[in-house]
């Protein structure tokens, strides 16, 4: 036992310098204003899109609108291109960027001579829309989508 004593007071210094000895964290270095909350994205100025025809959708571009629209985030946008002559069919709508994905109704048949194309605002951004027809008409919209 009284070699269990003398162990004791050699554990205990043992231990206390153990603890005494570890170095502490550094700390973080703190976020400066301009890295801890980054600005957001300014989007364009944007018009409202003109009423749609159909059932569900935020609003309908036809061959005869062209500038900056706005179209709410998780909202359908329609879109009718019509052909001027019967050869002058339009080519289907493309999107640019991420934040418009295609969709459709899933029951609707365009007239002959009419392009369709539908797009849900996914992500607040901007993309543009466009088309050609054979003539070389070309049409371009630029659809903004904020939530």
């Not at 205990?12 to 957001?40: D, W």
């Not at 194309?117 to 829309?129: E, K, N, P, R, Y």
Request: proline letters at 11%; a neutral charge.
């Amino acid at each position: 036992m009284n070699r269990a004593l003398g162990v004791l007071p050699l554990a205990a210094i043992v231990l206390l310098a153990a603890c005494s000895g570890a170095a502490a964290p550094a700390a973080a270095p703190a976020a400066s204003p301009a890295t801890a909350n980054p600005s957001p994205t300014v989007l364009p100025a944007c018009a409202k899109l003109p009423d749609p025809v159909l059932p569900h959708s935020a609003g309908e571009l036809t061959e005869q609108q062209h500038g900056v629209y706005c179209l709410p985030r998780g909202q359908r946008l329609d879109i009718f291109l019509t052909a001027a002559k019967s050869a002058d069919v339009w080519t289907p709508v493309q999107a640019t960027g991420s934040v418009l994905a295609p969709t459709s109704t899933g029951v609707m048949t365009a007239p002959l001579g009419v392009t369709p194309a539908m797009f849900v605002g996914t992500a607040d951004g901007t993309s543009q829309l466009t088309s050609t027809a054979p003539s070389g008409a070309r049409w371009t919209v630029t659809v903004v989508v904020k939530g």
